[in-house]
Nanobody, 128 residues
Framework: QVQLVESGGGLVQAGGSLRLSCVASGRALSSYGIGWFRQAPGKERDVVAA????????YYADSVKGRYTISRDNAKNTVYLQMTSLKPEDTAVYYCAARPSAYSDGFAYTRERLYDSWGQGTQVTVSS
């Protein structure tokens, strides 16, 4: 399995920006589809964004569409989540997850159960 470590979280005012990073080790990230999920206190973990193995397909939850951008740099074994125009309701622990994908797999998977490697999470807090 690939090991994932998230970073880049923190405290930001509403309207601000953060960039989360998900760095992989143990395996080449280029063989995986990646998802970003978040879990707010008392709520279920939900998908925020996802990107296919090649980067050719992406998915965004309606709540973040137009504000978040997922991207990947396979040479750096890193996936990013650029977050702009942050709102207090974006406050959550953010997790990245990896799913082994075939070379021809062009899907950006959104279901949590389809991912088998998870990072430890990074806290994002947006103050009003």
């Amino acid at each position: 399995q690939v090991q994932l470590v998230e970073s880049g979280g923190g405290l930001v005012q509403a309207g601000g920006s953060l960039r989360l990073s998900c760095v992989a080790s143990g395996r080449a990230l280029s063989s995986y589809g990646i998802g970003w999920f978040r879990q707010a206190p008392g709520k279920e973990r939900d998908v925020v964004a996802a990107i296919s193995r090649s980067g050719g397909s992406t998915y965004y939850a309606d709540s973040v569409k137009g504000r978040y951008t997922i991207s990947r740099d396979n040479a750096k074994n890193t996936v990013y989540l650029q977050m702009t125009s942050l709102k207090p309701e974006d406050t959550a622990v953010y997790y990245c997850a990896a799913r082994p994908s075939a070379y021809s797999d062009g899907f950006a998977y959104t279901r949590e159960r389809l991912y088998d490697s998870w990072g430890q999470g990074t806290q994002v807090t947006v103050s009003s």
